[in-house]
């Protein structure tokens, strides 16, 4: 996988070196919207034509406007998809629990619903990176390769508390 994770890096340097953003009205209504759970829907937002199909994924509460400065270069080299995860933008919310479990069950189901060829090309920011990784974890066959933009990861806020105090930081009161 490292090699197709390189693969999507430089595609996605490559196209988003002279940005220009998409026009922000593209994000401002539902796209396709695609039944994944019964009646419950995620907007697919795509542009652009070829394989492998690149899927953006945004930050903990973020929709796919925040894509808007890459997602259109790089549907000049292939289609480019973007999607708002349960109860974000304009997907419908979840019933029951929303955690990284339930968002990779969504994820692969978005991609069988809509017809998504695979493997893919992943591009997740923050949260997302978590889902990356637990996606190539239970759906090897989804991914092509993964791009992870200050991805978050398992246990990060104790690792980073850790290293800060490692560091020589100030501990807080209740931690002396």
Known sequence: MRIRTAFAFLLLAAASAGAEPVPD???????EMVAVDGPRRLNLACM???????LFDSGQGDSTLVWRLVQGDVAKLTRACAYDRAGIGFSDPRSG???????????????????IRT???YVAHSGAGLYGVLLEATHPGDLAGAV????????QWNSISKAGTAAGAPQAASDA
């Open 119 to 121: 493997p893919i090309l």
């Open 25 to 31: 009205s593209f994000y401002m209504h539902a796209a």
């Open 148 to 155: 992870l933009v200050e991805p978050a990861f398992a246990d």
């Open 48 to 54: 652009g034509y070829g394989s492998p199909t690149v």
């Open 97 to 115: 629990a929303s955690d990284a479990k339930a968002i990779v069950a969504d994820l692969h189901a978005l991609l069988i619903a809509a017809k």
